[in-house]
């Protein structure tokens, strides 16, 4: 063999090495055309693609991947030639919150999965060339939340849900010990949403439901509209002029932590 031969190989069981916490594996497919893999980080499965060949039937046009913990999946990103999509696929699981993280254009490149009491990443994701590409586990240990900083009781922002073209997001807050309630009289204060322009506008906000997954772990579901925001993709919570009327507590009195469901600089979206 000659030595320029040789280089090429070399260079992929360099590569093989240096990602050797991660594990991809081809798995049979039960339709002609689809091609489904496996990735385990040691020994735990943590995403299932599937995406189409040139010979998948004409419905099979997407890359679907599924993100898994405790073997179960529990959040799918899915690739079109139109755009892309996100969305929860398991909503009974209260012990797991999934964050998207955006550049400054709103464009989504990375996913993290945290325990539901944020003291641990348990698995992060970026998003390159419509790709989903697991961190590297030194990747994933530099991204470990510090516990010192996550109180047992504040409420804290845990997940969204959003259907395109509705007027309407919901997103979920989670605290320990007893349920979220609204401080003071007139409604449910503090909650703003914004389009695809991010142009922050001021949300009517109200619990449409509570879920109690244990006798500590609770789970708070706010319906947010705003008539200024047609089709609702962000929400921010007691950010800018927000922050002093904003009024969901715990039991204890403790306010709701500010959050943002988008990168952006808070104050140059006033």
């Known amino acids: 063999m ?12 360099l590569s093989s090495v240096l990602r050797a916490d991660l594990i991809e594996k081809k798995v049979k497919s039960n339709v ?42 529990l959040y799918e990103y899915q690739t079109s030639k139109s755009g892309a999509s996100f ?13 998207l993280h955006s550049t400054p254009n709103g464009m989504v ?14 698995e992060a994701f970026h998003i390159k060339d419509s790709k989903l590409i697991p961190f590297s586990d030194e990747e994933l240990a530099k991204h470990q939340l510090n516990p010192n900083q996550t109180g047992t009781t504040t409420p804290r922002y845990w997940n969204y849900f959003w259907v395109r073209g509705s007027d309407a997001i919901d997103v979920a807050l989670f605290n320990y010990g007893l349920l979220l309630k ?43 509209k705003s008539a200024q925001v047609p089709e609702p993709l962000y929400i921010r919570y007691a950010q800018g002029k927000q922050q002093t009327p904003a009024n969901l507590v715990n039991a204890y009195g403790e306010k709701a932590l ?13």
């Open 32 to 73: 002609a055309g689809i091609v489904i893999k496996h990735v385990y980080r040691g020994d735990r499965k943590i995403v299932e693609v599937s995406s189409p060949t040139k010979n998948a039937p004409a419905i099979y046009v997407n890359t679907t991947y599924k993100i898994i913990v405790d073997n179960v999946p």
């Open 182 to 224: 609204v401080e003071g009289n007139g409604g449910l204060r503090g909650f703003e949403v914004a389009g695809k322009d991010g142009e922050f506008k001021k949300a009517t906000a109200k619990i449409s439901h509570q879920i109690t997954e244990d006798s500590k772990l609770n789970v708070s579901w706010i319906n947010l």
């Open 109 to 122: 490149d990375k996913i993290f999965v945290y325990t539901a009491n944020a003291r641990e990443t348990v």
């Open 2 to 13: 000659k030595i320029y031969g040789i280089i090429p190989l070399l260079l992929v069981l």
């Open 258 to 270: 500010p959050f943002q469901t988008m990168s952006q600089d808070a104050s140059s979206l006033e």
């Open 87 to 99: 969305q929860r696929l398991n909503f009974a699981d209260l012990k797991h919150a999934v964050k």
